[in-house]
């Protein structure tokens, strides 16, 4: 058996009202307790227009309910564990007006900034995956970090949500150029990194970012935080300890969030620069 995770928090997780996660939000943090989890924040898929990716987020009319579950969760834990409020928020050009009024219409610790589309195309959908054949690989990681770079530099996000979400079922990047014109941005934009270990259950079998990116990160300053990605309590705190060793073995720095300020470890007293 792997070693339990200790100290670490969980910041990258779904309930059940984006309509494809299962597991009440309460199940979600007793399975955190279990793992010996610090605490967790829960970053269920954000609303956006009624026109955008419908099946796959909370509506609108939902938020409040999410909001109002998670802070149940928070008082039922209090003083066993720490649970914050998220959210994992889209960049899509055309809908910054809109994700930047939700994220103001709530006290949010911590917001992940993701992308999943390319123009209609939804990437990372195992639906969809046989678009990838009709692709130039060297042209779609090109447009994918074009709009990672974007997200960064809209000022929204807390983090980049998996950085290299395109090599989910085994494409991977054939160059990499973009990839550290992005990281370049984040970097710049004082944001952090998701590191999910949602990437070890995928196709690829290998945690976001690669290892490659890990390296360039760290050289750029940027701080990662730990997310399981998780959509059933089971995988809560998903191989932390496997993350965890990596990280430190790669001098990484791993920060939580709360109300929005950048934190080290667990118990740091404030932003850090």
């Known amino acids: 058996m792997p070693?339990?995770?200790?100290?670490?928090?969980?910041c990258h997780l779904?309930?059940?009202?984006?309509?494809?996660?299962?597991?009440?939000p309460r199940e979600y943090a007793q399975a955190a307790l279990d793992a010996g989890l610090a605490g967790l924040c829960f970053t269920d898929h954000a609303p956006m227009p009624a026109w955008y990716d419908a099946p796959w987020r909370m509506r609108l009319?939902?938020?409040?309910?999410y909001v109002d579950g998670v802070r149940a969760v928070q008082a039922e834990f209090a003083g066993r564990l720490d649970v914050r409020l998220g959210l994992e928020a889209d960049f899509h050009p055309g809908t910054e007006r809109f994700v930047e009024g939700l994220l103001t219409a709530h006290d949010w610790d911590y917001v992940i900034g993701s992308v999943h589309y390319l123009g209609a195309w939804g990437f990372d959908n195992p639906e969809f995956v046989d678009e990838y054949g009709a692709r130039d690989l060297g042209g779609l990681y090109t447009d994918y970090y074009a709009l990672i770079g974007g997200a960064a530099?809209?000022?929204?996000?807390?983090?980049?949500?998996?950085?290299?979400l395109p090599k989910k079922f085994g494409h991977r990047d054939p160059g990499g150029a973009a990839a550290l014109r992005a990281l370049d941005a984040v970097a710049e934009a004082g944001l952090s990194l998701d590191f999910n270990t949602a990437g070890w259950r995928k196709p690829v079998a290998e945690a976001y970012p690669a290892p490659d990116l890990v390296a360039e990160a760290v050289n750029r300053g940027i701080g990662f935080v730990l997310g399981s990605d998780a959509h059933q309590p089971q995988e809560v705190g998903f191989r932390f300890a496997d993350a965890a060793a990596l990280l430190e073995g790669m001098g990484a720095r791993v920060v939580t969030y709360a109300r929005r300020v950048r934190l080290v470890g667990d118990a740091a007293p404030g932003p850090q620069p």
């Open 153 to 164: 530099r809209s000022g929204l996000f807390d983090s980049i949500g998996h950085l290299d």
């Open 61 to 65: 009319d939902q938020l409040q309910e």
């Open 3 to 10: 070693p339990r995770p200790s100290g670490l928090y969980d």
């Open 14 to 24: 779904h309930t059940p009202l984006c309509g494809h996660a299962t597991g009440a």
